[in-house]
């Protein structure tokens, strides 16, 4: 089999990304930073949530995709999406077990000798440690409900009105915030919720985005619908939109059949030999 690593499954690799976060209707007494801060408060309880993402990635263009993640017992993920960086191809990506597939569909196969899927291991190893630096693929595994919250760290947030967002009366409320000002934020988190939010700041740092313009949309039932991010990263800007489509439903991901899997942690092992 070839060791050398196809350009499609590593965009793939560098785009995994997700999100989804719960929010309140703001009430007569309540401000615009109350009712945010009530929805990042409920973003606790999501076990599993479906969303679809759609914007612009540095250097890798435009995004778009849906997805549907499990947050509790353990992190899992299904991932269909296309980006310019792939040539526009429809890749899908799967987190399960601590691994990640990536699957390329036909072009993948031609180049990995009928291998349709790309798995590397995320549970620390020296492989997996060596791809982070190459564009962060433990981005998969950060809760997208964390990053829901960060408009809490602005301390300009405001009101902007009533909107629909596919049908759903929402109340839209915007804001900036720095990455310092959400490292300070921190500090009234604790156990996995901090744990998450650190992860989602540390992958905007590698991007050298040091400031995000954010705006997120509430729906009635105290459930974010959608939120944007804006941010100027080292590469290029990024302006990324993820809209929510459901919560707290069971999600099953199962990983491809080991037959149709090249590991690319024993792809490095041959590179590194050769």
Not at 30 to 56: F, H, W
């Amino acid at each position: 089999m070839r060791t050398s690593i196809p350009a499609a499954g590593l965009g793939a690799l560098l785009l995994a990304a997700g999100a989804v976060g719960c929010g309140s209707e703001e009430s007569p007494e309540m401000t615009p930073a109350a009712a945010v801060a009530k929805a990042a408060k409920n973003t606790e309880d999501i076990t599993s949530l479906q969303y679809r993402m759609k914007g612009t990635v540095p250097e890798s263009g435009r995004v778009e995709g849906e997805a549907a993640m499990r947050l509790k017992p353990t992190i899992a993920m299904s991932m269909k999406m296309q980006a310019d960086q792939v040539g526009g191809e429809t890749v899908e990506i799967r987190l399960v077990d601590k691994a990640m597939y990536l699957g390329g569909g036909a072009e993948m196969a031609k180049e990995m000798d009928g291998k349709r899927w790309l798995k590397f291991d995320l549970s620390g190893s020296a492989a997996a440690k060596d791809v982070d630096k190459m564009g962060s693929p433990s981005q998969a595994e950060q809760n997208p409900a964390a990053e829901s919250t960060f408009l809490t760290g602005a301390k300009d947030v405001k009101k902007v009105g009533s909107e629909k967002v596919d049908g759903v009366e929402t109340t839209h409320y915007t804001g900036t915030v720095t990455l310092a000002e959400l490292r300070a934020s921190l500090k009234d988190s604790k156990g996995e919720t901090r744990e998450q939010r650190e992860k989602s700041i540390k992958q905007y740092e590698k991007l050298g985005v040091d400031k995000l313009t954010m705006d997120m949309w509430v729906d009635g039932e105290d459930h974010t619908k959608q939120f944007r991010m804006k941010g100027q990263a080292d590469k290029g800007p990024m302006d990324m939109t993820i809209t929510f489509v459901d919560y707290n439903k069971p999600v099953t991901v199962k990983a491809p059949p080991a037959g149709e899997v090249a590991d690319l942690g024993e792809m490095f092992k041959e590179l590194g030999q050769g």
